[in-house]
C-alpha cells in the first residue's frame, strides 16, 4: 500500500523569541515491511538542517532558527510503501540488545493497578508471550476509552491506566509497562497510521508498541486499534516512551506564551496511470 | 510496451556495461601486471582476471594457464568467449537492431558506429600500446552510447528498462570484484601496508574508477576496510551496490507509478536497497565480508529473475 503523509507543525508566538532550537524525529527509515519512497522536510525560516542518528537508530534533524518571527512551522512530506509483516519488524535497525528494552521511564512505570492487571492477563492467557501479548492488546483495548481530553503529553501509564481513558500515546504506554512487567522487553513506537474513512487530518500521529518475542524478533501490537500493526502502519521513530520517540523536541530563548497546531494527512496515495506508450 | 522491447532494451544495456566492464578489468590487470615482481609478488593476475570476468570455467577449457595475451585474447576478441567485448558488442547492437524504433538516432548511431569499427581491430592488437588503445576504445563507446541514451531518450518506460539494465549490470559486476578480492579486504590482513596490498588495492578502485573520489572521501591512505566501505555502502560512489540500488529501485518505482502497479521485482529491489542501507561496515566484517557478498550477488540475481518474469517474458 502506498500510503502519502504530510504532516506540519506550526508554532505561534505571543512575543518574538530570539532563537528556537528543536530536533526533529520525522524521518521514517526502511525495513522489510516499509520503503519510503521519497521526503522531504521543509522549514518556514532559513536555517541549516543537520542530520543524525540517534541511539535507537532514529534519523533525527536538528535546526536553530534565529528571530525574531512569530510563526514557525515545520512540515514534512513524504510517500512510503508498506506491506502487511502480521506485525513482525524485521530488517529494521537494531542497535541494543532487546534486554535493553526492559529499562523502566518515568512515563512507563508500572504501578500497583497495572501490576495486578498484567498478572490477571497472564493468569487468564497463560504463559506463552505470543498470546499473552495479544491477550494484553485486546484487554487495553476493550477497558480503555479513547478520549483526547483528559490526559495530556506528560500523562504517566499509572495516571493514564486510573482513568481508563486516553489517546494512543496512553494506551502504549500502558502496555508497555504491562509487558515489561512481566519480563518482554517493549518499546514505543511513534508512527503514522492511514485510516480507510478519510476524515480530514488529524491532530498527532499515531503510536503503537512493540514486543520482542524469542524466536519472532519485534512484534507489534496496537492496543488504541486492538489489533497488530498492517499495512497502515507507517513507523518513524522508537524509544523507550514518548519521550524517546517524540515527533519534535525543542527549546527556544525569549518570547511569550507560545500555541501549536498540528496537522497530519495521512491518505492512500492515488497512483494515476499515465496512458501507456507502446514503442 | 511489449515484452519483447523491453527485453532488447534492458540486454542492449547489460550488454554495453558489461563490455565497458570488462574493458576495466583488463586496464586494471594490465597495469598490476607491469609492475616488478618484487612488488605483486608471485599470484598470477590475468587468472585473477579471468575469475572477475566471471568465465573461468570456460577459459581453462580452452587454455591451461591465464597468460597475458590469452586472457587479453579470450576476454577481448574470442568469438568462443560468448561474453567477450566483442560478442558483447555484437549482442547490443543485434538488440539495438530489433528495437531500433525504440532508440533516438544518437543513440543508433553510438551503437552501430561502434560495431562498425569493431571490425577495424580484427583479430586483435598485436601489442600492449595498441590492447591499451582499444581498451580506452571500448570504454569512450560505452560513454556515448551511455551519454546518448541520458541525453536523448525520452524518460518512459523504455529509458527506465534500459537504466535498469544498466545498474543490474554494474551492481553483479562491483559485487564479482568484491567477490575475488574480498580476502584483500579483511581488516585482519597480515601483511597490511605492504607494497602488495598497495597496489592490488589501487587496483580494485582502478577497475570501477574509484582511486580519486576514495582520496576525496576519506582524505587517507588506502585503507582496506574504507576501500570495502566506498565499494559496498558509499550511495555517492557511482559504482558501489548501494549507489546501484538506489538507482535500480528509482526506476523500477517509475515503471510501477507508469504502469500503475507494482511486483515481486519492486519489493526485491527495496529489501536489498534497505539491507544496504541499514548495514555499517563493521556489522559485515563481523558476520564475514564473504558471506555478505556472495548473499548480495545471490539476491542481485534473484532480482534479476524477477524482473524477467514480472516484464521481460
Same mark, same amino acid.
Given at each position: 500500500?502506498?500510503?502519502?503523509?504530510?504532516?506540519?507543525?506550526?508554532?505561534?508566538?505571543?512575543?518574538?523569541?530570539?532563537?528556537?532550537?528543536?530536533?526533529?524525529?520525522?524521518?521514517?527509515?526502511?525495513?522489510?515491511?516499509?520503503?519510503?519512497?521519497?521526503?522531504?522536510?521543509?522549514?518556514?525560516?532559513?536555517?541549516?538542517?543537520?542530520?543524525?542518528?540517534?541511539?535507537?537508530?532514529?534519523?533525527?534533524?536538528?535546526?536553530?532558527?534565529?528571530?525574531?518571527?512569530?510563526?514557525?512551522?515545520?512540515?514534512?512530506?513524504?510517500?512510503?510503501?508498506?506491506?502487511?509483516?502480521?506485525?513482525?519488524?524485521?530488517?529494521?535497525?537494531?542497535?541494543?540488545?532487546?534486554?535493553?528494552?526492559?529499562?523502566?521511564?518515568?512515563?512507563?512505570?508500572?504501578?500497583?493497578?497495572?501490576?495486578?492487571?498484567?498478572?490477571?492477563?497472564?493468569?487468564?492467557?497463560?504463559?506463552?508471550?505470543?498470546?499473552?501479548?495479544?491477550?494484553?492488546?485486546?484487554?487495553?483495548?476493550?477497558?480503555?476509552?479513547?478520549?483526547?481530553?483528559?490526559?495530556?503529553?506528560?500523562?504517566?501509564?499509572?495516571?493514564?491506566?486510573?482513568?481508563?481513558?486516553?489517546?494512543?500515546?496512553?494506551?502504549?504506554?500502558?502496555?508497555?509497562?504491562?509487558?515489561?512487567?512481566?519480563?518482554?522487553?517493549?518499546?514505543?513506537?511513534?508512527?503514522?497510521?492511514?485510516?480507510?474513512?478519510?476524515?480530514?487530518?488529524?491532530?498527532?500521529?499515531?503510536?503503537?508498541?512493540?514486543?520482542?518475542?524469542?524466536?519472532?524478533?519485534?512484534?507489534?501490537?496496537?492496543?488504541?486499534?486492538?489489533?497488530?500493526?498492517?499495512?497502515?502502519?507507517?513507523?518513524?521513530?522508537?524509544?523507550?516512551?514518548?519521550?524517546?520517540?517524540?515527533?519534535?523536541?525543542?527549546?527556544?530563548?525569549?518570547?511569550?506564551?507560545?500555541?501549536?497546531?498540528?496537522?497530519?494527512?495521512?491518505?492512500?496515495?492515488?497512483?494515476?496511470?499515465?496512458?501507456?506508450?507502446?514503442? | 510496451?511489449?515484452?519483447?522491447?523491453?527485453?532488447?532494451?534492458?540486454?542492449?544495456?547489460?550488454?554495453?556495461?558489461?563490455?565497458?566492464?570488462?574493458?576495466?578489468?583488463?586496464?586494471?590487470?594490465?597495469?598490476?601486471?607491469?609492475?616488478?615482481?618484487?612488488?605483486?609478488?608471485?599470484?598470477?593476475?590475468?587468472?585473477?582476471?579471468?575469475?572477475?570476468?566471471?568465465?573461468?570455467?570456460?577459459?581453462?577449457?580452452?587454455?591451461?594457464?591465464?597468460?597475458?595475451?590469452?586472457?587479453?585474447?579470450?576476454?577481448?576478441?574470442?568469438?568462443?568467449?560468448?561474453?567477450?567485448?566483442?560478442?558483447?558488442?555484437?549482442?547490443?547492437?543485434?538488440?539495438?537492431?530489433?528495437?531500433?524504433?525504440?532508440?533516438?538516432?544518437?543513440?543508433?548511431?553510438?551503437?552501430?558506429?561502434?560495431?562498425?569499427?569493431?571490425?577495424?581491430?580484427?583479430?586483435?592488437?598485436?601489442? &600492449?600500446?595498441?590492447?591499451?588503445?582499444?581498451?580506452?576504445?571500448?570504454?569512450?563507446?560505452?560513454?556515448?552510447?551511455?551519454?546518448?541514451?541520458?541525453?536523448?531518450?525520452?524518460?518512459?518506460?523504455?529509458?527506465?528498462?534500459?537504466?535498469?539494465?544498466?545498474?543490474?549490470?554494474?551492481?553483479?559486476?562491483?559485487?564479482?570484484?568484491?567477490?575475488?578480492?574480498? +580476502?584483500?579486504?579483511?581488516?585482519?590482513?597480515?601483511?597490511?601496508?605492504?607494497?602488495?596490498?598497495?597496489?592490488?588495492?589501487?587496483?580494485?578502485?582502478?577497475?570501477?574508477?574509484?582511486?580519486?573520489?576514495?582520496?576525496?572521501?576519506?582524505?587517507?591512505?588506502?585503507?582496506?576496510?574504507?576501500?570495502?566501505?566506498?565499494?559496498?555502502?558509499?550511495?555517492?560512489?557511482?559504482?558501489?551496490?548501494?549507489?546501484?540500488?538506489?538507482?535500480?529501485?528509482?526506476?523500477?518505482?517509475?515503471?510501477?507509478? +507508469?504502469?500503475?502497479?507494482?511486483?515481486?521485482?519492486?519489493?526485491?529491489?527495496?529489501?536489498?536497497?534497505?539491507?544496504?542501507?541499514?548495514?555499517?561496515?563493521?556489522?559485515?566484517?563481523? &558476520?564475514?565480508? +564473504?558471506?555478505?557478498?556472495?548473499?548480495?550477488?545471490?539476491?542481485?540475481?534473484?532480482?534479476?529473475?524477477?524482473?524477467?518474469?514480472?516484464?521481460?517474458?
Amino acid at each position: 500500500m502506498r500510503i502519502r503523509i504530510a504532516h506540519t507543525t506550526t508554532y505561534r508566538y505571543e512575543a518574538p523569541p530570539k532563537t528556537v532550537t528543536q530536533v526533529l524525529r520525522l524521518t521514517p527509515r526502511n525495513h522489510d515491511g516499509q520503503y519510503v519512497v521519497n521526503w522531504r522536510i521543509d522549514l518556514s525560516r532559513d536555517c541549516q538542517l543537520y542530520q543524525r542518528e540517534g541511539a535507537f537508530g532514529n534519523i533525527s534533524h536538528s535546526f536553530t532558527a534565529e528571530g525574531p518571527f512569530d510563526e514557525l512551522s515545520v512540515s514534512v512530506e513524504g510517500e512510503v510503501d508498506t506491506q502487511d509483516t502480521s506485525g513482525i519488524v524485521r530488517g529494521a535497525v537494531e542497535r541494543f540488545p532487546p534486554a535493553l528494552y526492559l529499562r523502566d521511564t518515568q512515563l512507563t512505570e508500572a504501578d500497583a493497578a497495572i501490576i495486578d492487571f498484567a498478572e490477571a492477563t497472564r493468569a487468564k492467557a497463560g504463559a506463552d508471550p505470543l498470546t499473552l501479548l495479544h491477550a494484553l492488546t485486546a484487554d487495553l483495548n476493550e477497558t480503555f476509552a479513547f478520549d483526547i481530553e483528559p490526559t495530556h503529553v506528560g500523562t504517566t501509564a499509572a495516571e493514564a491506566f486510573k482513568l481508563k481513558r486516553g489517546v494512543c500515546q496512553d494506551g502504549t504506554h500502558i502496555f508497555i509497562a504491562a509487558a515489561r512487567h512481566l519480563g518482554i522487553p517493549a518499546r514505543y513506537i511513534g508512527g503514522h497510521y492511514c485510516r480507510t474513512d478519510d476524515d480530514g487530518p488529524q491532530e498527532a500521529g499515531h503510536a503503537w508498541a512493540e514486543a520482542y518475542v524469542d524466536k519472532l524478533g519485534w512484534v507489534g501490537f496496537d492496543p488504541t486499534h486492538g489489533i497488530s500493526p498492517t499495512e497502515s502502519h507507517v513507523r518513524v521513530a522508537v524509544g523507550l516512551d514518548y519521550l524517546g520517540a517524540a515527533p519534535v523536541r525543542g527549546t527556544r530563548h525569549g518570547g511569550g506564551h507560545e500555541t501549536m497546531a498540528v496537522s497530519v494527512h495521512v491518505t492512500p496515495a492515488s497512483r494515476q496511470a499515465q496512458s501507456q506508450s507502446q514503442s | 510496451m511489449l515484452s519483447r522491447t523491453a527485453d532488447n532494451l534492458y540486454w542492449l544495456s547489460r550488454y554495453v556495461e558489461r563490455a565497458e566492464y570488462l574493458a576495466r578489468i583488463l586496464d586494471a590487470t594490465q597495469r598490476l601486471s607491469a609492475l616488478p615482481l618484487a612488488y605483486v609478488g608471485t599470484g598470477n593476475e590475468w587468472e585473477s582476471a579471468v575469475l572477475t570476468a566471471g568465465c573461468a570455467g570456460s577459459f581453462f577449457k580452452t587454455y591451461e594457464t591465464a597468460t597475458e595475451e590469452n586472457v587479453t585474447d579470450y576476454l577481448a576478441f574470442s568469438t568462443a568467449n560468448p561474453s567477450s567485448i566483442r560478442n558483447c558488442f555484437e549482442m547490443a547492437r543485434g538488440n539495438a537492431r530489433a528495437v531500433r524504433t525504440a532508440l533516438t538516432g544518437e543513440m543508433w548511431d553510438a551503437i552501430n558506429g561502434t560495431w562498425l569499427e569493431l571490425k577495424r581491430f580484427g583479430t586483435g592488437p598485436g601489442s &600492449r600500446e595498441e590492447t591499451s588503445r582499444f581498451l580506452r576504445w571500448v570504454q569512450e563507446s560505452s560513454l556515448r552510447f551511455d551519454g546518448s541514451a541520458y541525453r536523448t531518450m525520452l524518460r518512459n518506460d523504455a529509458y527506465w528498462f534500459s537504466r535498469l539494465g544498466v545498474y543490474m549490470e554494474r551492481a553483479d559486476n562491483t559485487a564479482r570484484i568484491l567477490d575475488v578480492k574480498y +580476502h584483500l579486504l579483511l581488516p585482519d590482513n597480515e601483511r597490511v601496508g605492504g607494497p602488495l596490498d598497495y597496489f592490488q588495492w589501487a587496483a580494485i578502485l582502478r577497475s570501477v574508477s574509484a582511486l580519486t573520489s576514495y582520496h576525496w572521501v576519506y582524505r587517507e591512505s588506502l585503507k582496506p576496510w574504507l576501500v570495502a566501505d566506498l565499494l559496498i555502502l558509499k550511495e555517492e560512489m557511482p559504482r558501489s551496490l548501494a549507489s546501484c540500488y538506489e538507482a535500480i529501485v528509482r526506476n523500477l518505482d517509475a515503471i510501477a507509478t +507508469h504502469y500503475g502497479r507494482q511486483g515481486p521485482s519492486q519489493r526485491q529491489a527495496r529489501g536489498v536497497r534497505t539491507r544496504l542501507q541499514n548495514s555499517k561496515m563493521d556489522g559485515i566484517f563481523q &558476520r564475514g565480508l +564473504h558471506e555478505f557478498i556472495g548473499e548480495f550477488i545471490t539476491e542481485n540475481n534473484r532480482l534479476g529473475m524477477a524482473i524477467t518474469e514480472q516484464f521481460l517474458q
